[in-house]
């Protein structure tokens, strides 16, 4: 895991003010933890014929059906290397939960309203479109997950 230390700021974006972390390349994310349900080493996955690139497949979560969407592959980034598995970041959307494969995990961190900002018009489009807004962190920006944008298979084709 990698550490990060921030006093920011949430405007409404986040219940909780709290932000469970991950990384996707270079880029690092947050997702309200009240969203998160679990967080998983790599699971066997049942590849779903002619789903949408960006699905990897299915697991069995306890008896529980759940798709797993590639974060790289819905944001167009180059697959990872070699045989580094992805991380399980199971969130709960409206219609049910949904797992983020993501590179690596980071801390949750409590933030505030001053370091808030709109996503910068400079974010890639596609990554745009996936961001609620960014948190000026000491080192790094933290880019905030629409979780909802991200499992809308449908807007990512």
Known sequence: MRNETATANSKETSASGRFSTFFVADLFFGIDVLRVQEV????????VPKAPSVIEGLMNLRG?????IDMRRLLHLPERKGDVQPMNVVIRTDDGPVSLLVDEIGDVLGLENAAYE??????????????????KLDS????????????????AA
Do not use: S
Request: no cysteine; proline share 11%; charged share 25%.
């Open 40 to 47: 998983l080493r790599f699971q066997p996955m049942t590849r």
């Open 64 to 68: 529980q059906i759940v798709a797993a």
């Open 118 to 135: 709109l996503p910068p018009g400079n974010l890639e489009p596609t990554a745009r479109r996936l961001i609620r807004g960014v948190y």
């Open 140 to 155: 790094r920006l933290l880019l905030v997950l629409d979780p909802e944008r991200a499992v809308d298979i449908a807007a």
